[in-house]
């Protein structure tokens, strides 16, 4: 197989996989792992993939904030799963902070029953919440993001600094071990950063799909986690990498 076809196929194999290895590139292609080595190198000066622990994934930079509307319908089932695997982690009594986003709405949907103190940036959640007498909630205030109808801003930050929470969960679009937390504004990811900040347990709630991908600020390095929830896609070899780290990885 000549060169030209074989980039081809990998990145064809890379379309339909989020993350791989190059064992899993010299199972689809035959050809031997110094050429796979090769051609990655030649596909990375490209610009065309990025490789990181474990594997490589296409170059999924994500540059705009994508909206609420735009991410309601992706991976309900996973997000589902990971709500209901974080929500064994509040007990009554707790405080707990909610970053905004459609997985942290799942995950609201989940605490109903509990009396707790949540603190959020996300408007939706703050006025689902209200609605259960025994649920105190705070909205950090500030200007409203209109992607993402939640509060950004010093305003906001300021108070996320200024408490001591049981449990913070932070939602994201992209995160990986190399580049760690990221979002495409400074302004987002600085909330996010003073979000977990003072937090006894501060749990990472992402879908498989999203890792690999990133954006270009970065909120916070994986190891400011204590825990990462995620779906049982994640590529085994990153799931180890995960645990390795000292992160307490649940796969829901």
């Known amino acids: 197989m000549t060169g030209k076809p074989r980039l081809d196929q990998i990145l064809d194999y890379l379309k339909s996989h989020n993350l791989v290895t190059v064992e899993k590139l010299v199972d689809a292609t035959t050809a031997s792992p110094a050429t796979i080595r090769r051609d990655l190198i030649k596909l990375d000066e490209m610009g065309l993939i990025s490789r990181s622990h474990g594997g490589v994934t296409l170059n999924r930079f994500i540059p705009t904030q994508p909206t609420t509307d735009e991410k309601i319908h992706k991976q309900q089932p996973e997000k589902r799963a990971i ?26 949907r989940n605490l109903t029953h509990l009396t707790i103190r949540v603190i959020t940036a996300d408007l939706h959640i703050a006025l689902f919440l209200c609605e259960f007498k025994q649920i105190e909630v705070t909205i950090i205030g500030g200007r409203i993001d209109d992607s993402s109808q939640s509060c950004v801003g010093e ?60 954006s270009l600020f970065c909120a916070d390095p994986l190891s400011q986690m204590t825990h990462v929830i995620t779906d049982k ?20």
């Not at 709500?83 to 609201?108: C, F, H, R, Y």
């Not at 449990?167 to 003073?194: Q, R, V």
């Open 83 to 108: 709500a209901e695997a974080a929500a064994k982690l509040v007990q009554n009594g707790d405080s707990v902070v909610l970053d905004a986003g459609t997985t942290m709405m799942e995950l609201a």
């Open 155 to 214: 305003h906001g930050r300021k108070l996320l600094r200024s408490i001591n929470p049981d449990i913070a969960f932070m939602s994201c679009n992209s995160w990986s071990l190399d580049k760690g937390i990221t979002t495409p504004t400074e302004e987002k990811a600085s909330l996010k950063h003073d979000l977990c900040t003072n937090a006894r347990k501060r749990v990472l709630l992402a879908d498989s799909s999203k890792y690999g991908a990133y």
């Open 233 to 252: 896609g994640l590529p085994e070899e990153i799931a180890g990498q995960l645990t390795q780290s000292g992160l307490i990885l649940e796969l829901a």
